[in-house]
Each structure stands twice: as C-alpha cells, then as structure tokens.
C-alpha cells in the first residue's frame, strides 16, 4: 500500500529526513516511533503531500505522492497532531461539508454513532472534551473513505481511560480494511497497536520489525533488567476508581 524509497528531506543545508526506505502492507497497522526531532513528523508530512519530497520517491496505491500529488490527497486521511475545525458549526454539519468537499455523501448520525458521539450531533467541536475531540477527528478524517490512514501521535495528552478507547477505534478503522500508519511516543501503545514498527533516529530508520521481534532481539543480544511485577499500576487504580468501561 506503501512503497517509500531514499526519501530525504533538509531545511536549511541539514538533512532531517535521511534517505529511509520501507514499505507498508495493505490493512496493517504501522507506527514510526523515535524521539522529538526524529524525523517522524516530516516524513509523514512528506507522503501526505504537505512538504515538498527533496530526494527519493514515496508511492501510495501505485500512486508517485510527486508527481500525482492530487489523487493521493483523494485516497489518504489525515489526522495532524492539532486538527482544525470550524467554530460554532454542529458536528452533523462538518462532516457533512468535509464529505461535500470530496464529492460524497455521507449519512452524518451514523458515523457519529460508530464513534459513540451521536448525543453530541448537535454540540460544536470547542465544546466536547479531549477524547472526544480525537475520536471526532479520526471520523471527519474518515468521511471520503481512504485507503490510507495517517495519524500523527493520536494520543498524546488523553487520559488512560479515552486513550484505550482510542485504540479501539483505530484497531477498528484498520478492521474495516483502511491502512493506518501513526507516530506515537508510547510504547505500550505501539506495542499493542502496531502490526510492525520503524524505529527512526536522528533522520533514519535503525529498526523495523513486529514489536515482539524487537523484543526478542534485544533478549537475545543479552539484555536484563531487574524484575518486580506488581499486579496493578496507578493506571489500573485510576480507571477502577472513575469507572470500568472506557469514557471520556
């Protein structure tokens, strides 16, 4: 679904983005992880068209993001780490006029259904929570049905219970048959979530693997550490205490 070869990228004289090479399957869920200023962002932002590609080529669906640039717009969604919605506009009425802007229909209270915001249809994006808010992205990113997903950390500064909630839903977008492909800081989440994952620092891929082999891996090079397993965290205290099923 993916094909991404010696992509580069450099402001001012410095390269930020390498030269990195990989490939993505069709309906696995993908995750690049790598500290700030590793490159994760750019490069996203480079095979969704928002950035100039200066060396290499990335490929969706058969598609060169260079030089067709317009009909991969028409086959991703995107999810930025800070989207953008109109004010004072119902929520039934943004996706309403996101899938109008594709030339698609869309039948709004369902959608907002499957994301469990159907008692907001009538509230404004400013008014709903964090998790809410996200959960809204990702079906206004869906509205025009992409075969590729991208979702620049998705979780950062939700609370554990909306951020499980999350994974929810992004575990059932790549049911549905849509790609995704995500940077994230947490581990934990990239282990549960992601198919594979491409390690990236200071502008390079270093590793790509299944989270389990990575792990493996680095059993094997000879890696310990001290063990004390607790039965629950203050995670598992601090959803028990607010309540069992996952909400906002």
């Not at 309906?27 to 100039?52: S, V, W």
């Not at 469990?116 to 990702?138: C, H, P, T, W």
């Not at 491409?198 to 693997?209: E, V, W, Y």
């Amino acid at each position: 679904m993916l094909k991404v070869t010696n992509l580069t990228k450099a402001y001012d004289n410095k390269k930020v983005v390498k030269g990195i090479s990989f490939e993505v399957k069709e309906g696995e869920i993908f995750g690049i992880l790598g500290p700030n200023g590793a490159g994760k962002t750019t490069t996203l932002e480079m095979i969704e068209t928002l950035r100039e590609i200066d060396e290499g080529s990335a490929i969706v669906d058969g598609i060169d993001v260079s030089q067709e640039p317009q009909k991969v717009k028409y086959i991703i969604g995107v999810q930025p780490q800070s989207p953008a919605f109109m004010d004072k506009v119902k929520l039934t009425e943004q996706l309403e006029q996101m899938a109008a802007a594709y030339g698609q229909t869309v039948h709004a209270m369902k959608l907002l259904e499957e994301v469990g915001l159907k008692d907001k249809a009538n509230s404004y994006v400013e008014n709903l929570s964090g998790g809410q808010r996200q959960r809204f992205s990702i079906v206004a990113s869906l509205v025009h049905k992409p075969k590729v997903f991208f979702m620049d950390e998705p979780t950062t500064g939700l609370d554990p219970q909306a951020r499980r909630h999350l994974w929810e839903l992004i575990k059932k977008t790549r049911d549905s048959g849509v790609t995704v492909i995500l940077t994230t800081h947490y581990m934990e989440e990239a282990e549960i979530l992601c198919d594979r994952v491409a390690i990236m620092d200071n502008g390079k891929i270093i590793a790509l693997d299944t989270p389990k082999n990575l792990i493996q891996q680095l059993l094997k090079r000879g890696f310990k550490k001290a063990k004390h397993v607790e039965q629950a965290d203050l995670e598992d205290v601090f959803i028990d205490l607010t309540g069992k099923d996952l909400k906002d």
